[in-house]
């Protein structure tokens, strides 16, 4: 698979169940972790032992910046808003995963003598869980 066939998208909060493409997506990482508890005990032989914890998630996301493009537009006004999302991970066309996220940082670079882009970062909140 190519990582041009990786897109992020927004459910529209105008029609739920809609999700629009964030527009200009250049990069888009997933980043998925356990935390881990230390289970030692005096009679553990001497060695570590851990069990799983908490299960979390992010996103981030980057690409040139659209000023028109509702998918950013919207990004943008949950994170001014401090509201969730829906976001859902899109793979050679078909939705993989959703779950709930808050946008946490975005940056709009604007250099002097290049194309103006962004970056978003999206800290998901629950379960990132398989589409139906």
Partial sequence: MRGVDILIQVE?????????TIGGQRGATLSESNETLDVTTKD??????YDYGLYGWTISCDGLY???????????????????????????????????????????????DAEVTYTLELQGTGKLTPVA
């Fill in 44 to 49: 553990s032989g001497g060695a570590y032992e």
């Fill in 66 to 112: 659209v000023p028109d493009d509702v998918g950013y537009t919207a990004l943008k006004t949950a994170f001014r808003g401090k509201t969730k999302v829906k976001v859902q991970i899109q793979e050679e066309g078909t939705a993989t995963e959703e779950g709930e996220a808050l946008v946490i940082s975005k940056e709009l670079d604007g250099p002097y």
């Fill in 12 to 20: 529209d909060s105008a029609l739920p169940g809609t999700y629009i």
